[in-house]
C-alpha cells in the first residue's frame, strides 16, 4: 500500500522493549520459530533433516519485530505482541499498538496507531489492517495514504483484488495540507474524490473510476480517465485545456495529451482552436539517451498570411509552421557536441499565433573538446530573419567557424602563455563573402609587490588573413574592407598597476583601489579588412580597461594610450555600494574612420563612463551606468536597472537612453527605453500583477524611423491566486505594434494549475 506522511502526533508514547540477539536471546528465538515453522512450539519436537535427495523447500519471508510485550496461546496458536510494535521485512515495516498472529492459517492482524510503509517509502495510516505472511496487506476501513511523492489519498474502505491491486472505495485525494500552521484540521483547497480507486502497487500506479475536481468544496469539473504515478514519475493522459481570448485570433481553446512512452522519452501532442483563424496542431519529443538529450517541437497550420507588408492588403493561404529542436550530447569527459534548430515558415507566424516575439532565429551547431589547458570548437550558424523590412539575403551563414586555444607549459618567462587559431567563413546568397583565419599568442605576467601594488604585463601577437567577395553590396562604407585578399599583423604590449587600500568606514570595510593602465601598439590596417563582428562600439565601464574595445576580432584599437580608473567598494551589515570611473587619454588622434562620432572613443581624450551599484539584503538593487561626454558633461548613457521589495511585493524599473549623435551607422542609433514591472501582493494568497515597454526614442533621436517621443510597445495586467497547492489566475495584454497579419490588439487568459496533477 502507498503513502507519505500524516498531520497528526501520537500521545502517550511509551519506551518499548527491543527485542535483539543479545538481551532477548529466548524470546527471539521464539518469534522466529513462530513465524517459519508449522509444528507447535509446545510439544519441543525436533525435525529430523531433511535427506540429500529431498529438495530443499523454498524460505518464506522473514519478519523480524520488536515489541514491549510478547505472547504466545498454545491453545489459539496465535502469537501477540503489543506495546510499540515494530514489523519488518526487507523494505517494507509496519508499526502498530498491537500484532497477532494466527498461526494456522497465517494471517496477521495489526491495530491501534498502524503507519505502514512500503519500499517507495509511502504510508499508510489506519486503526486496524490483515497483513499475509507475505506482508501484503488485506481488508482495512478508514484509511489515509501519504505518497512520498506528495499527496493524500484517503478512503472509507480498501479491499486486495484478485490480481493483488489494492481497490479503494469513496476515496479523496489531494496535494493540499489538511492541517493548519497551529496543527488544526482544515478543508483542503481542492481535491479529487472518486466513487472507486485501484492502486497497482507493483506499477507505482493510481487510477481513479469516477473521478470529480472539486474547488473550494464546490464540484466543478469531471476528471474521466485521471491516474497519478506513486513514484512522482510522469503519468500518460490529457493535460488541463487552456482558454484564451485574443482581439486577433478570438476565442482559443487548447488542449494536450501527454504520451509517457518510456523512461526516458515521451511525447505531447496539441490542438489549438480559434474562432478567428484556422486551427493549428503542435507536437513535441523529447528523448534521453545514454550520451544526451534533445527535444523537437513543431506547430502547424493552414491558414491565412500577409504578403505585402506596405499596409495593402495581401493575403494568401499557405501551410504554416514553426520548427524548435535543441540536443546536447556528451560523448567523452572532454568532447561535447550541442545543437539548436529554429525556423519558421515566414515572418509572422510567431507572433500571429503568439508563439514568440524575437525578430530572428537562430540555429546552430557546435562540438567542444574542453579540457584543462584546452578548447577546441568547430561550429557553424545560420540566421532567419522575422523583421519586415530586412534583406534575408543579407543575413551571413556562418560555416564552418573553427576556435582552438591552448595554453603552453605551466610557466613561460614566469608567466601564462596562450595560443590561439581561428578560422570563420561568412556566405551571404546577396551580399558580401568574407573568410577570416588568424593564429596569435597572449602572454601574461601578475606579480604582487611589497607595497601592495599588483602589477601585470601583457604581449600580443597576431597574424590575420582575410579574403572577400562583393563589397559594394554592404552600404556602410567603413564595413566592406578591400576587394580579394589582405594580411594584417597585430602586436599589443601593456601595463596594469592595481593598488587596493582597505580600511574601516561608515560602520563597515571599505576598498579603495585605483587602477592605471598603459596599452600601446603600431598603426594596424583596419579599414583593409571588412568588419563583420566589431560594429556595435561604445565606451562602456566593462571595456574600459580591455586590450580591444572593438567587442570582436576585425577591429583593433591601435595607437597608445592611457586609461585611469578608480573603484570604490563598501561594505557594512545588510549593506554593499560599489562605484567605478574612468577615463582613457590617447598619444595621438585616433582614425575617424574607425570610431564614429559619439560613441566616446572618437578624440583624443575619451568621455567618462562609470557605474554604481547599490544593495541592501534581498529589499534593495540598484544599479546605473553611464557616460559623460567630456566637453559638457552631457549624459551621453544613462541606464538604471532598480528592483525593490520582496519577492511577493516588488518593483523593477529599467530605463535606458542614448543620446550619441550618431545618424549614419546602422548599428549604433540612439534611443531611450523604458521597462516597469511590480507586483503587489492582497493578504497572504493575493496579489496582482502587471508589467510595461514602451518606447521613448523621438525624431531627433531615430531619424531613420521618426518615432514620437512615446510609444508602447507591450502592457500586461493581472491578478493571481497562490498557495502551497493550487495556483490561478487571469491576465490581459496588449500590444501595440502590427506586423503584417500580426496586429495589434488586447489578449485575456486565464491560467490553472494543481499540484501533483501537473496541470502547468
Known sequence: MSGGSLDRSRKGACHALRVSTRGAAT???????????PAALAAQEQEPAPSPTEAAPTAPREIAFEASELGYNSETDTVTARGNVILRSEDRSVRADEVVWFRETGRIIASGNIRLVDEAGNQLFTDQVELTEEFDTGAMSELLIALRAGGRLAARSAERGANGDAILTDAAYSACPV???????KDPTWRVTARRVIYDQSAARVRFEGAMLELFGARILPLPGLAIRTDGRAESGFLVPDVRVTQVNGLELSGEYYWRMADNYDLTLGAYVFSNVAPMASARWRHLTEKGAYQITGYGTLSDRATDFTGAESLRTDPRGYLDANGTFQFSPDWSLTGSIRLASDRTFLRRYDLSRDDRLRSTINLERIT???????AGWATQTLRLNADQGQVPLALPAIDYRQQVGDRVLGGNLMVQANSLALLRRDGQDTQRAFAGAQWDLKRLTGMGQVVTLTALVRGDVYNTNDILSTTTPAYRGTEGWTTRGIATAALDIEWPFVGEAFGGTQVFKPRLQIVASPDIKNLAVPNEDARAIDLEDSNLFALNRFPGYDRVEDGSRVTWGVDWELQRPGWRVRSTIGQSF???????ALFPEGTGLSERVTDFVGRTEVRFRNLVSFTHRFRLDKDNFAVRRNEIDATIGSRRTYLEVGYLRLDRNIQTVEDLRDREELRAAARVAIGRKWSVFGSGVFNLTDPEEDPVFQPDGFEPIRTRLGVAYADDCIEFGATWRRDFIDAGDARRG??????????????R
Open 586 to 592: 590617447r598619444l595621438d588622434a585616433p582614425d575617424p
Open 746 to 759: 488586447n489578449a485575456f487568459q486565464l491560467f490553472f494549475a494543481l499540484r501533483n496533477l501537473g496541470f
Open 27 to 37: 524470546r527471539l528465538a521464539l518469534a522466529l520459530a513462530l513465524t517459519v515453522s
Open 179 to 185: 492541517t493548519d500552521a497551529e496543527g488544526c484540521p
Open 372 to 378: 584543462d589547458r584546452s578548447y577546441f570548437s568547430v
